[in-house]
């Protein structure tokens, strides 16, 4: 027992003195020090790389029900979303709901990062050239403007913390000086205009490829500025379309004044103006010699490096380069072309969006050519459940799948596969059903018949599961690999590559912000607010339609803009934020179904003809329709308990 | 040496199991919270509907920041919650068919605790009559501002098969006189409205011999109170 006693004392002796002494000291040898790292440009750039990666932007791996840079799968087909599917022009071949973004986006840790980076930047500031230091530090604007747009869409007015706050804790008292309050929705918007400008001070015009050519430029910054000036104008002047009530309101951490439209429209006025006049950015291939050339320029624009762009988000081979890639060819490509995964045709473009495009009349009208289902000329009809419709309906017959779309824009060809279009070498089938010769019908379920002719026909098009890609597996989540809605998504969707079937196996770059939608901007703020150019904007919708092959100019009007703008910037995730911000959520969808076009063969003939179906989407009809509330536009403030910040309005 | 090893194990199991078996030691709710929204002037129900109608929202005190429990109101206008736990709590009944309406440290006991709200709605709909003639359901009625401020959007007759009808819970009828809308809003004056749903157009909802229920629903146009929800006459049952 004592000599136990004894031991302990004795270790006790040999630790104290060890305290004493500083040879435990050392520079840890697998970990880099601030300083070291912001002692060298590699350095500085590897800390950069950083927050840009932590950018909010809602690319191929935004996944809006869970958060930005998910990658791959989760295992839950839910994890496979776009945010195109929460609106009307797309939904997921299995359904899906309309709702709010709940990704509970709050990055204060990453506005931390930014914080730090301008902190570290001036301690550093003497070893680089002043040049560069300015750059960096408009970068960094830049990013942080970003990040507080992507939470003022969301949140209204937040927080503003625009400085590394570590010093300003005081140990023993309540430090409340550290619970920054709620800033009002205008001065949150104020403020990342103010980002913009800092950002676009700074910004070199042209980026070389040594310092890399995805960061980012001056016209990055007029873009996202555009882009954030649009946002917070629309909601000034269409607040009153959803008005909320409660404390936040009170405090005008929600919500704006119509008289605050005006200064926003400017702000994207001048921004947009900028960037048409001095960027030397131009549409890629304007001029296109036949609408065939537009839908191949068209589809191109996105798979290709061109000077439309002002910023896009650049991706290396997931399956080369670990945590790099997207899934977007995996997940996506229509059944028949599957890479090889077991998720695939999930992204399904709506009979809506569709219907929106206009054909080549070119009266100078610009109106919008319904598909032709019917010969009596009413297409306002939808069925809400395809077996039961009454086959005697005067439905117009067509010869070939493809025939009903043949005359429509070049950009719904370039960004849509129609049923019968030819894809990746094959002829890509989308059939809901048969209706025999006796009349009988065979919708929505697997089986075959013989024609007049003798021949077999089957109810999906094809033999086989792999014969054809439309309306199997309807209402099963997990085998739902066909499209629903009677159309597959193709802009992003690579025909000349092919990946292995393995997530991540894409490496398609996303581009975040072109100037098509900056000529879109112009226009809507313009027509909007009664400011701006009238001449300009009506050239640069023109422009846009000259681009996919239209030969005629058509008037400028809000409703001319607006369907350019969902025509034009269609699956590029705009849609969602459109309908935000101009308050249109909660009006189109009160129990709405979206639409699905089923393509029926019809045996009765001697000669086997299709007829076309408008109809309820599966999901959709089966839910009973889809509802956005009013206070969905603004979502709950994350971690109150902590912050004690002011809830938004009915959370 | 394995034997030892083996009872330790069982022992152990033993004490485990055991302490999984108590309780835990939470009271669960101990209250019942029921009653009606009235209104203030021809003590009537209020009715509403389930899905994103009305709510009562009650925010229980003694929490650093109280979070919202958001009660249903049936649509008849009655409630009843009979799981609330005792305390006090502060009501803020808003983004309803009614002005808007807070109530303060109201004190819950344990055991039952009836108490209406008394509201002012934004549209009374008055002289209901919802009948069954030549294979059309015909409704007519008219219409009384809460506030004279108050217009009205539009006014629909609400089809189902059972008593949640509404305007979340609906046939889609088709037809062209079963909804109005106001675009401007209208002015809410003595006007006497007719709504007909033609029996003969929508079959495929009326397939069967059965009980359907009809209902009534304008909606408000009013400013400064937030969401607005409509107002519903009571339901009228016909059998078809």
């Known amino acids: 027992m004592n000599r136990k006693f004894l031991y302990i004392i004795g270790l006790s002796l040999v630790l104290s003195i060890t305290n004493c002494t500083d040879m435990l000291e050392l520079e840890p040898l697998d970990k880099v020090s601030s300083e070291q790292l912001l002692s060298s440009q590699g350095g500085i750039k590897t800390l950069l790389a950083r927050i840009y990666n932590r950018m909010p932007v809602e690319d191929f791996n935004y996944v809006p029900n869970s958060g930005f840079n998910r990658r791959g799968w989760s295992g839950i087909g839910g994890s496979i979303l776009m945010t195109s599917f929460y609106t009307d022009e797309s939904y997921r071949s299995d359904g899906t709901g309309i709702g709010p973004v709940t990704n509970h986006y709050w990055p204060y840790d990453d506005i931390r990062e930014v914080n730090l980076f301008f902190e570290s930047l001036e301690q550093v500031k003497e070893t680089m050239r002043e040049s560069q230091y300015l750059q960096l530090k408009s970068e960094a604007h830049f990013i942080r403007a970003y990040m507080y747009f992507a939470l003022a869409k969301r949140y209204g007015g937040v927080p503003i913390i625009d400085r590394v706050l570590d010093s300003e804790y005081v140990p023993g008292s309540d430090n409340s000086n550290l619970y920054i309050p709620r800033s009002t929705e205008k001065a949150t918007w104020e403020f990342i205009l103010n980002e913009c400008d800092l950002a676009i001070e700074n910004l070199p015009e042209t980026l070389s490829s040594e310092d890399g050519i995805y960061r980012a430029s001056k016209w990055a910054a007029y873009g996202l500025k555009s882009r954030a000036a649009l946002f917070a104008a629309s909601v000034a002047k269409y607040w009153e379309n959803a008005p909320l009530t409660g404390e936040a309101v009170n405090q005008n951490l929600v919500g704006m004044n119509s008289s605050d439209a005006s200064f926003f429209y400017q702000a994207c006025l001048d921004a947009s103006a900028t960037i048409i006049n001095n960027s030397g950015k131009s549409l890629y291939m304007p001029n296109p010699a036949t609408p065939q050339d537009a839908a191949n320029n068209f589809y191109n624009l996105f798979l290709t490096d061109n000077n439309e762009i002002l910023f896009k988000k650049h991706f290396l081979d997931g399956t080369v380069v670990a945590n790099q890639g997207h899934s977007f060819d995996v997940f996506y490509n229509p059944a028949q072309t599957n890479p090889g995964f077991h998720k695939f045709g999930r992204f399904n473009p709506t009979l809506d969006i569709v219907d929106i495009f206009e054909n080549y009349t070119d009266n100078g009208l610009g109106e919008s050519a319904k598909i032709i289902t019917r010969e009596d000329g009413n297409e306002d009809y939808t069925i809400a459940n395809p077996t039961e419709i009454d086959i005697n309906l005067p439905f117009k017959k067509y010869d070939n799948l493809i025939d009903p779309f043949l005359d429509k824009d070049a950009r719904m060809w370039a960004s849509i596969i129609v049923p019968g279009s030819d894809w990746k070498g094959v002829r890509i089938i989308i059939q809901g059903g048969l209706i025999k010769s006796t009349g009988e019908k065979l919708i929505y379920t697997d089986g075959s018949a013989t024609g007049l002719d003798g021949n077999t026909y089957y109810s999906y098009g094809g033999e086989g599961i792999t014969s054809y890609s439309g309306f199997r597996g309807l209402g099963q989540g997990d085998d739902a690999n066909y499209t629903s809605s009677g159309f597959s998504i193709k802009k992003y969707l690579r025909e000349g590559v092919s990946v292995i079937g393995q997530m991540e196996s894409s490496d398609t770059d996303w581009i975040d912000i072109r100037l098509a939608e900056i000529y879109l901007n112009y226009a809507e703020a313009t027509v909007e607010s009664g400011q701006g150019d009238l001449t300009l904007a009506a050239k640069l919708i023109n422009d846009l339609r000259r681009r996919a092959g239209h030969q005629d100019n058509i008037p400028l009007t809000l409703e001319n803009v607006l369907k350019e703008r969902r025509i034009e910037l269609a699956f590029e995730g705009k849609r969602y934020w459109d309908l935000v911000r101009r308050r249109d959520f909660h009006q189109l969808f009160a129990q709405t179904r979206r639409k699905a076009l089923i393509p029926i063969l019809d045996l009765r003939d001697e000669n086997p003809k299709y007829i076309f179906v408008r109809a309820n989407n599966y999901n959709d009809e089966n839910a009973g329709g889809r509802t956005f509330q009013p206070y969905m536009y603004y979502l709950p403030i994350p971690g109150r308990n902590t912050n004690d910040l002011v809830e938004n309005p009915q959370y | ?240």
């Open chain 2, 1 to 240: 040496m394995k034997r030892i090893i083996n009872i330790t194990i069982l022992i152990s199991c033993l004490i485990i199991s055991l302490i999984s078996c108590e309780i835990d030691n939470y009271e669960g709710p101990n209250a019942s919270f029921y009653g009606s929204i009235i209104d203030n002037e021809t003590g009537a129900l209020v009715g509403t509907e389930l899905i994103n109608g009305s709510t009562i929202r009650a925010f229980e005190q003694g929490f650093e920041t109280p979070v919202a429990q958001t009660w249903l109101i049936k649509n008849t206008g009655e409630f009843r919650n009979d799981m609330v736990f005792a305390g006090t709590y502060n009501f803020d009944l808003s983004n309803g068919n009614f002005y808007p309406i807070s109530v303060e440290n109201f004190k819950i006991n344990s055991g039952d605790n009836q108490h209406d709200f008394r509201v002012t709605p934004y549209i009374r709909i008055k002289n209901v009559n919802i009948s069954h003639s030549n294979n059309q359901i015909i409704a007519t009625f008219s219409l009384e501002a809460g506030e004279p401020e108050v217009k009205v959007k539009s006014i629909r007759l609400y089809a189902f098969t059972d008593m949640h009808v509404g305007e979340n819970i609906k046939f889609s009828t088709s037809g062209t006189n079963f909804l109005q809308n106001f675009s401007p809003s209208k002015t809410i004056d003595n006007s006497v409205y007719t709504l007909t749903i033609e029996l003969g157009e929508n079959e495929n909802h009326f397939k069967y011999n059965r009980n359907y229920y009809f209902r009534i629903g304008a909606l408000a146009d009013v400013t400064g109170v937030g969401t607005v929800r409509h107002n519903y006459s009571t339901v009228e049952v016909i059998p078809l």
